[in-house]
């Protein structure tokens, strides 16, 4: 994203195909089981041998119940699903590095049990949530959604998630809350990315929503993926999913929900609002200023190369969401 030079930004986004063939046959062989316990999660295995530190491991034991009532939610893309060692190894995690490999390398030490979500601001029921109080009481749902980041790249995951309304409705937000606003966790002792200058970001990452984004019924809070709980770099133990935004909208390890009155600083749009609006709706018709959206690669490639693909508007949910935005200008509000 930003702190790139365009000049590095193509070729950091393109993985070479071999680099994928010899991933999937490090993974095949006995070897994965070495790699897995590297990234703390493998989907079928649970248990200390895999877990990257104990409190994944317990976490793992916390959420088993919930997990294996997962139902099959609404708004789910039949599609092929990206495969897992992809979701696991090309990421962006900043708090982690800025490389789509340094998450997978640097989330494993991340604390993840105990989780606490501080909600305040204009709601009835404010206070520090234990996250398996708040995921136990929830039905969790199964949701194949595409993830299409601004860089242009995309995927298909299965996530576990809850409706964030459903939530929300805990809280008792007021007529004040017209936005919410959220917060990942601040911790540089665990997350190297936030000890260094590189980045150019003012931690702890910021994202927000507009009331009625965050009450429909596609966004969810995502406790897993692949039927398991969300590995670290995935944004364990619980992020935000809004599939017809950019993917930076979906900000992973939330430790804080505050229900505001006017739209919230956020990260990106801090740090380039040319480049990143607040909004940040998947929209082909506009560009951002150094690449066209009109196109994406769906990873992984193929044998002949990366898999490009048109962009949908609202990343092709424009059937649920457009009406959300009746009478904006997109290419303002973007
Ligand atoms: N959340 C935090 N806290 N830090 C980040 O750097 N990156 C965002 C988003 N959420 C990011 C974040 C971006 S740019 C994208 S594309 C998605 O996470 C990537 O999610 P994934 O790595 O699980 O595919």
């Known amino acids: 994203m930003l702190i790139k030079k365009p000049e590095d930004f193509y070729p950091s986004e393109i993985t070479p195909e071999s680099v994928y063939l010899d991933r999937r046959k490090f993974i095949a062989s006995g070897s994965g089981v070495v790699a897995a316990s590297a990234f703390g999660w493998m989907p079928g295995f649970s248990g200390s041998a895999f877990a990257a530190n104990a409190s994944v491991n317990i976490w793992q034991q916390k959420m088993a119940g919930s997990l294996s009532k997962v139902k099959p939610g609404d708004f789910s893309t039949n599609e092929d699903k990206t495969p897992l060692e992809d979701i696991l190894q090309y990421n962006n995690f900043y708090e982690f590095g800025t490389g789509k490999s340094d998450p997978s390398k640097n989330a ?13 601001g204009e709601c009835d029921k404010p206070g520090n949530y234990a996250l398996e109080d708040l995921v136990k009481d929830s039905q969790l749902e199964e949701r194949i959604y595409r993830l299409r980041c601004v860089e242009a790249w995309s995927m298909v995951i299965p996530w576990v998630g809850i409706p964030l ?18 917060e990942t966790l601040y911790r540089p002792e665990q997350m190297p990315g936030q000890k260094s200058p590189f980045s150019g970001i003012d931690w702890p990452y910021r ?63 801090d740090l380039a609002p040319q480049e990143y609006g607040f909004y940040a709706n998947v929209n082909p018709n506009v560009d951002h200023p150094r690449w066209s959206q009109k196109r994406e690669r769906r990873l992984p490639g193929g044998f002949l190369g990366p898999k490009r693909i048109d962009t949908q508007m609202f990343n092709g949910y424009a059937d649920q969401v457009a009406s959300l935005y009746s009478g904006m200008d997109l290419k303002k509000y973007y």
């Open 108 to 120: 494993g030490k991340l604390e993840i049990h105990p989780w606490t979500v501080k909600v305040d």
């Open 165 to 182: 309304a459903s939530l929300i409705k805990k809280f008792q937000p007021n007529s004040n809350a017209k936005y919410l606003a959220f």
């Open 207 to 269: 994202e927000g929503l507009r009331i009625d984004e965050a009450m429909h019924p596609l966004t969810i809070a995502a406790v897993g993926l692949y039927g398991q709980t969300l590995p670290n770099q995935n944004g364990a133990p619980i992020r935000l999913v809004v599939p017809w935004k950019y993917g930076f909208k979906s900000i992973k390890s939330i430790v804080r929900i505050s229900f505001v009155e006017k739209m919230p600083h956020t990260t990106w749009s």
